[in-house]
């Protein structure tokens, strides 16, 4: 069994969705050869709410090694970033374990994108070999209301100087899907040999079998209520789709056909920029059919929510390389799913594979603001109308997307990247 050293910030009790990256793929990783020894902080240095029973979803096999970081500002906040917070800590533990255990490969998924940095400095000063996985891509668009000289477009800068140099001497590149790091190819590896390879979180079903019993629903003190279920942080790029939705339910509304009993449900959005969800429903008038809760839930709180609900919404960017982690445990939940994705996107591909597209709206970069209204409409109707009724996908080809083959594809890549070395 080969050792893969995993350096990622943040681990359970914080239940971010960077962190169910290496834990869906870790919890397979043995099945191909690997063991997975995680670097990561201690938890008394992490921001968020902790989620006692996340612990639940990782497999036993796991080796955790915890560090101290620099505690997180009370009140003037420089360095949020925990990835900076235990940048020194945890270089200096990777330099310890590489002289103390037998290691033989490094895989950092990004963000904290400094990881990535962290990489190349071990590897100078060790020579183990190392992967950087793309969870987010580093050098993106700035988003429509991030201005030039801001905070984002400062950050972009620094992405742009410091990438070059993290990823020169990486041994893989992976991340969600081949579009989230092609750019780094382009701009990086032009006539060089790389390994990589493109996997999804994908899933792990043993999730979806540990019921907390009774818990509280955001819908509880209500039991009339018919509740639309989105779960998960609210995209910069899927603001459109918002607009869209909101007019759809405006226009039903004013026809007096939209039962006062559902409600739609935004869970866990995030601390995001520019105007909420909640704002955009109350510039519609239709605020008092959204509930938005922008703090994070307990993970195994979200998949009881997403079972209980009438139905699940999932809203997607109008990036075609972005890829929806949310579509695996929606389509599990056994509800009925409406979703909106750019055509080119793998999440509208996975869909269209389990036979789960009944509600799924093709957006095209052609589209005007009506035709993308019409578009949502016409899936968005139908999906509250018809509920249970001709809901009936076919979840066999979500097997070649779940963790476990994601951990195959990645097991195999190090395998290659390992042997593609200078002896």
């Known amino acids: 069994m080969k050792t893969l050293l995993i350096i990622y910030p943040h681990w359970h009790p914080a239940n971010l969705a960077g962190v169910h990256r290496p834990r869906l793929i870790g919890n397979f990783l043995p099945d191909f050869g690997w063991q997975p020894l995680v670097l990561t902080v201690e938890e008394q240095y992490f921001e968020e709410a902790p989620d006692k029973d996340f612990v639940r ?3 036993e096999h796991f080796e955790t090694i915890r ?8 009140r003037v906040r420089l360095i949020g970033d925990i990835g900076l917070r235990a940048f020194w800590a945890l270089y200096k533990k990777a330099i310890a374990l590489s002289r103390e255990r037998q290691i033989d490969f490094i895989w950092i998924p990004i963000p904290s994108f400094y990881m990535a940095v962290l990489g190349r400095l071990i590897y100078n000063e060790t020579g183990l070999p190392y992967g950087i996985d793309y969870i987010d891509p580093w050098v993106r668009p700035l988003a429509p209301y991030q201005r030039r000289y801001g905070r984002a477009w400062w950050s972009l800068q620094l992405a742009k100087l410091l990438e070059p140099f993290a990823v020169k001497k990486a041994a893989l590149i992976s991340g969600v899907s081949t579009s989230y790091y092609q750019a780094v190819l382009d701009r990086h590896f032009k006539g060089q040999p790389i390994t990589h390879v493109g996997m999804p979180y994908g899933f792990d079903p043993a999730d979806h079998q540990i019921d907390l019993g009774e818990i509280t629903y955001p819908w509880s003190k209500n039991p009339e209520v018919i509740p639309y279920v989105y779960a998960g942080a609210f995209l910069p790029q899927s603001y459109r789709f918002i607009e869209a939705l909101f007019s759809v339910v405006q226009k039903i509304e004013a026809q007096g056909q939209w039962d006062s009993r559902k409600k739609l449900y935004f869970l866990g959005t995030g601390a995001y920029g520019g105007t909420t969800i909640q704002e955009y429903a109350q510039r519609y008038g239709i605020a008092q059919h959204v509930v938005e809760t922008r703090s994070r839930f307990p993970f195994l709180h979200i998949q009881q929510f ?8 999932i809203i997607g960017s109008t990036e075609a390389h972005y890829t929806a982690s949310k579509t ?8 009925p799913v409406w979703a909106v994705f750019h055509e080119e996107s793998s999440a509208a591909e996975i869909m269209a594979a389990c036979k789960a597209d009944r509600y799924l709206a093709r957006y095209n970069p052609e589209m005007g603001l009506e ?3 019409a578009m949502v409409a016409s899936t968005f109707i139908p999906f509250l109308k018809e509920g249970d009724e001709q809901w ?3 979840l066999q080809p979500l097997e070649q997307f779940s963790a476990r083959q994601s951990a195959r594809k990645l097991a195999a890549a190090i395998d ?3 042997h593609s070395l200078p002896r």
């Open 67 to 74: 560090v101290a970081a620099l505690s997180p500002p009370k």
């Open 328 to 335: 695996f445990q929606c389509l599990l939940s056994g509800r």
């Open 416 to 418: 290659t990247a390992l």
């Open 306 to 313: 997403l079972r209980k609900a009438a139905g699940v919404m």
């Open 57 to 59: 979803t990782f497999r």
């Open 371 to 373: 035709a993308i209204e």
């Open 392 to 394: 009936s996908p076919e």
